[in-house]
C-alpha cells in the first residue's frame, strides 16, 4: 500500500470538476428567454449578473435546470480533471467526491443519479462519494473547493484548502490552482 493512501483528497463537483458556470448559463438564458450573449461569463456568487434577484429565484431556476435540463449530468468537464485525479488516484492518494447538491427540497434522487451518471461517464476515480453541506466533517487531508464560503469556512478550521479559480472568488488567497495542473503541483507539494 503506497504512504500516500493515507492521504485524502475531498473534491467538490460543482464549478471545480463540472463547468457549473458554463451549462448554468445555458440554462439560464433559456429560462429568462434572453440570447446566451446576454448574460455575461464573469460571474459573482448568486449570479445576480444574470438577473437573479434571491435565493428563491436561483431555486427556482436551480430545480428547472437539474429537473428539467439535467443539470448534473449535462455538465462539461473542467479540463484536466480526470486526467490529473486519475494520477493521483494511481499514485496512491484517495478521492472523496464531497458535493452539496441536496440542497433543494424532493428530487434527491435525481440530483444523486445525475451526480453518479455524471461521475462515472467522465471517468472520474473516487473512493467515496459525499453529498453534505459541511464539508469539513469528512476527514479529508486536503480540499480543492471553489465556493468562497467553503474555501473560508475549511480554512477557518485549520483544513489545507487549495482555492480552484474562477471569478467568484478572485478574492480569496493562496493557496490557489486555476487550473487542474497546478492542483495536482500542489497537492504533490503538501506531503513535502
Known amino acids: 500500500m503506497s504512504e500516500k493512501s493515507d ?3 475531498g473534491v467538490d ?14 440554462i439560464a438564458a433559456e429560462w429568462f428567454e434572453r440570447s446566451i450573449d446576454e448574460l455575461p461569463v464573469e460571474v459573482s456568487y448568486g449570479l445576480s449578473e444574470w438577473g437573479i434577484t434571491d435565493r428563491n429565484h436561483y431555486d427556482s431556476l436551480h430545480r ?17 480533471a480526470r486526467k490529473y485525479l486519475r494520477l493521483l488516484s494511481d499514485e496512491g492518494y484517495r478521492i472523496r ?5 441536496l ?8 440530483a444523486v443519479q445525475q451526480t453518479v451518471d455524471w461521475l ?19 476527514g479529508a487531508s486536503i480540499y480543492v473547493e471553489d465556493t468562497p464560503v467553503n474555501v473560508d ?17 478572485r478574492h480569496i488567497e493562496a493557496p490557489r490552482a486555476e487550473s487542474w495542473k497546478e492542483v495536482y503541483d500542489l497537492v504533490r507539494a503538501f506531503r513535502a
Not at 97 to 101: D, F, K, M, N, V
Not at 153 to 169: A, V
Open 7 to 9: 492521504i485524502v483528497i
Open 13 to 26: 463537483l460543482d464549478g471545480v470538476c463540472a463547468d457549473f458556470y458554463g451549462r448554468m448559463r445555458q
Open 64 to 80: 428547472f435546470a437539474v429537473t428539467q435540463r439535467e443539470l448534473f449530468s449535462s455538465m462539461e468537464m473542467v479540463p484536466g
Open 97 to 101: 467526491i464531497i458535493t452539496h447538491r
Open 103 to 110: 440542497f433543494i427540497h424532493y428530487f434527491h434522487a435525481t
Open 120 to 138: 462515472d461517464s467522465h471517468g472520474i476515480p473516487y473512493w467515496d462519494l459525499c453529498f453534505m453541506k459541511e464539508k469539513s466533517q469528512v
Open 153 to 169: 469556512q475549511l480554512r477557518s478550521k485549520g483544513l489545507y484548502t487549495i482555492c480552484f479559480g474562477n471569478t467568484t472568488n
